[in-house]
């Protein structure tokens, strides 16, 4: 599970639609919320999203801290601090990605949420 949620990863930094399509659960109930962005609900919506990110022009390096994993049966979670490299600077999104393990075995991503996260300076 940890190397599907590494693949996650590799896939957006790679701006990869294919692989990023091979990896999510093709289901109404995948769900994807984006930083700052409303709820995704649908592979539909999903795709749509990361089809427009990829179009964009900047590029993003994932510098993963702070990660945790649970796995409970078919269904595990992972929880990171996704520290981002970007040609407009850096930021740090916390971020929930939510697998399924599909009838061969393979773990499918079914959620992501990532929520920006504000350092207060004081």
């Not at 601090?81 to 499918?108: H, P, S």
Request: glycine share 10%; aromatic share 10%.
């Amino acid at each position: 599970m940890l190397a599907a949620n590494q693949a996650f990863y590799n896939a957006f930094e790679a701006r990869d639609l294919d692989a990023m399509s091979d990896l999510w659960e093709h289901s109404p109930e995948a769900m994807c919320t984006h930083p700052g962005w409303s709820t995704l609900r649908g592979w539909a919506a999903i795709v749509s999203s990361f089809a427009a990110l990829f179009r964009g022009g900047q590029t993003l390096q994932f510098l993963l801290t702070e990660v945790s994993a649970v796995v409970k049966g078919d269904t595990a979670w992972v929880s990171v601090d996704e520290n981002l490299l970007g040609d407009q600077g850096g930021t740090t999104v916390a971020a929930l990605n939510i697998f399924t393990r599909d009838i061969t075995g393979r773990w499918r991503l079914v959620v992501h949420h990532g929520s920006a996260v504000h350092v207060s300076r004081g």
